[in-house]
């Protein structure tokens, strides 16, 4: 089994300025099969990137992808003040199963 | 553009068992595209509990296949999930989501629909 784990758990940051979220998988995971998330509150997620650094339909490029070995990265350029919230990564390992992250709280 | 729409009791009895559905709309549940329920427990993180896809192939999350079934309506066009033998740890917002081939994550969520145990 696959495990997740986000750092930092909650990243103060000020708008304007640039926010690196990691996730990083217990053992091997292919590039194709990492995805971010976006929650605000009283929402459902929002697809942020798939295949570890495509972005969604509708996402700006201020959101980006990128990986290193187990280590997978969501950078988000000038903060704006919609982009404060709970980040997720999430990860697909065969034969079928889907896992979170624990999240990362982007806070003002 | 397709639209995704949880619905089912709000408050179920311990034991009892849990019965939700997912209308698809903008779209049929038999494009190609695999079909997601993912749980949300009160100030928790995301977990995934199955897919389908229309032709009858599903997946579960091992820790809850004893559990929970998975089934499709294709003339209405929706989803179902059932999970049985419910206790408070289920209590959860209960979310369909939509799995385009080769995404491997989704990228449709319904609104969310809060289920009490």
């Known amino acids: 089994e696959i495990v997740l784990t986000q750092s930092p758990g909650t990243l103060s940051l000020s708008p304007g300025e640039r926010a690196t979220l990691s996730c990083r998988a217990s053992?091997?995971?292919?590039?194709?099969?990492l995805a971010w998330y976006q929650q605000k509150p009283g929402q459902a997620p929002r697809l942020l990137i798939y295949?570890?650094?495509k972005r969604a339909t509708g996402i700006p490029d201020r959101f980006s992808g990128s990986r290193s070995g187990t280590d997978f990265t969501l950078s988000i350029t000038r903060l704006e003040p919609e982009d404060f919230a709970v980040y997720y990564c999430q990860q697909y390992s065969k034969p079928a199963l889907y896992a979170f992250g624990q999240g990362t709280r982007l806070e003002i | 553009q397709v639209q995704l729409q949880e619905s089912g009791p709000g408050l179920v009895e311990p034991s009892g068992t849990l019965s939700l559905t997912c209308a698809v709309s903008?779209?049929?549940?038999?494009?190609?595209?695999?079909w997601s329920w993912v749980r949300q427990p009160p100030g928790k993180g995301l977990e995934w509990i199955g897919e389908m896809f229309h032709r009858g192939d599903i997946n579960y999350n091992p820790s809850l296949e004893s559990r929970v079934t998975l089934s499709v309506d294709k003339s209405k066009n929706q989803l179902s999930l059932k999970l049985y033998s419910v206790t408070a740890a289920d209590t959860a917002i209960y979310y369909c989501?939509?799995?385009?081939?080769?995404?491997?994550?989704?990228?449709?969520w319904g609104q969310g629909t809060t289920v009490t145990v």
């Open positions: 903008g779209g049929s549940i038999t494009s190609d595209n695999w």
């Open positions: 989501a939509r799995m385009p081939y080769f995404y491997y994550s989704m990228d449709v």
């Open positions: 295949g570890a650094s």
């Open positions: 053992q091997g995971v292919s590039s194709d099969y």
